[in-house]
């Protein structure tokens, strides 16, 4: 509404940028607390240890409200990015494959071009963080003494993935906050078997939570996280 006075324009749009910016800060408010940090894994019995991940639950696509972008330019747009992952479609098959990558491997496996090979099929903002990526991998990398007995013992660690399927809570926690078609949260359990020179094979239940976005949101499938737990025990406030 317009006034004769100058000076009462002036007021009115100081009070509505003043407004403007309380919403807005109430709205990063509500988005930061959509999801909460969960405790640490407890896996010591895996050959890598990842009770280090971090679940910063406001780096995830989870509590993100991410869109599609015609200026960003997907690692994933090539099938050749990664070897391991690239060039997927299918969100299922794709979690699948990320999954194998990090539980099965051998003495002879090098863990940094694994790792880095993943990273190309990071996804970008608004859908992922590639550093945090980079922390999770790097929290399911062997390294130091366990490295060493892995190469000692040489280990053999296969994995038999039971179930990979869309996690119901992470379903319905991007549908509240209205993030883009494509965007999944993956739960997956199987079993790793290891196998080394010393002993007999054991058996060790693995847990994984996978946060990706997918057709249509993206060319190809692309990695947010990647967490030791399935997302609600890892993510959820319970």
Known sequence: MRTGSSFSVGRRRVMVIGAAIAV???????????????EEAESASRPADS???STDASRTILS??????AAVILPGSSPTDSRLIGGQTDHLQFGRLVARAVFAYDSNTDFQARNDDLLRAAAPSPYGDPEKLAQ???AFTPAGPALDLLRKNDTIVTVDLTTVAVSGWAADR???IGVSPGVYGIDVTGSQMIITNSGNPTQVTVLLGITVACPPATTYCTLD????????DALGPG
Do not use: E
């Open 64 to 69: 993100t409200k991410a869109r599609p972008s």
């Open 225 to 232: 996280r990647v967490l030791p737990q399935h997302l609600q």
């Open 51 to 53: 009770r280090s991940v």
């Open 136 to 138: 999770d991998l790097t």
């Open 24 to 38: 807005v800060a109430l709205m990063s408010v509500l988005v930061f607390s959509l999801v909460q940090p969960a």
């Open 174 to 176: 991007l549908k509240g």
